[in-house]
T-cell receptor, first 115, second 113 residues
Framework: GAGVSQSPSNKVTEKGKDVELRCDPI?????LYWYRQSLGQGLEFLIY????????KSGLPSDRFSAERTGGSVSTLTIQRTQQEDSAVYLC?????????????FGPGTRLTVL | AQSVTQPDIHITVSEGASLELRCNYS??????LFWYVQSPGQGLQLLLK??????LVQGIKGFEAEFKRSQSSFNLRKPSVHWSDAAEYFC???????????FGDGTTLTVKP
């Protein structure tokens, strides 16, 4: 079946503009995660959705970042008033049930460049 | 707080040689441990995972990892490296909330012909 997809694959924007990044998880997966991968760094957890529960937003770096998940499927990560330090690869992952031992399936990422 | 250290930023091995990538973790309870691989232009793929049972875990692509509680380590090994193994490898530790998985900074593997 189809894996996790993300769009766009690349996004170049100007400082101060808003951007939206989209993630389509694997069908039927209840858990969805967003991570940020800066150059030469590991993955930084941003936010986690599990079913109908309130999302875990503890990793969002500032109030410029927000995310929603509609209908328990597609998710959108929004960055308002982008800054140059927001430049990174944004990765989305999904897992079947969100359990601690569940495999996370990752999308190819969106490379964001803020000029 | 949980943390992961991958001491080697970059490792180069010759094709056919053995490989060991180091991972040390810090976690207050029994950890969930993972190794992921990220090949150029591709997403992360799970190689193997460990929570309990046999401390030597077999994964895909001929990789294995050994959990050593006394050393807080979960090193990844492969007896004979192939050129296609060139990639970035990430160790991760998770707790009761999978969304809280913490990743190391990664080790980049280069394979010499």
């Amino acid at each position: 079946g189809a894996g996790v997809s993300q769009s766009p694959s690349n996004k170049v924007t100007e400082k101060g503009k808003d951007v939206e990044l989209r993630c389509d998880p694997i069908s039927g997966h209840t858990a969805l995660y967003w991570y940020r991968q800066s150059l030469g760094q590991g993955l930084e957890f941003l936010i986690y959705f599990q079913g109908n529960s309130a999302p875990d937003k503890s990793g969002l770096p500032s109030d410029r970042f927000s995310a929603e998940r509609t209908g328990g499927s597609v998710s959108t990560l929004t960055i308002q008033r982008t800054q140059q330090e927001d430049s990174a690869v944004y990765l989305c992952a999904s897992s079947a049930a969100g359990g601690p031992f569940d495999e996370q399936f990752f999308g190819p990422g969106t490379r964001l460049t803020v000029l | 707080a949980q943390s992961v250290t991958q001491p080697d930023i970059h490792i180069t091995v010759s094709e056919g040689a053995s490989l060991e990538l180091r991972c040390n973790y810090s976690y207050g309870a029994t950890p969930y441990l993972f190794w992921y691989v990220q090949s150029p232009g591709q997403g992360l793929q799970l190689l193997l995972k460990y929570f309990s049972g046999d401390t030597l875990v077999q994964g895909i692509k001929g990789f294995e990892a050994e959990f050593k509680r006394s050393q807080s380590s979960f090193n990844l090994r492969k007896p004979s490296v192939h050129w296609s193994d060139a990639a970035e490898y990430f160790c991760a530790v998770g707790g009761t909330n999978a969304g809280k998985s913490t990743f190391g900074d990664g080790t980049t593997l280069t394979v010499k012909p």
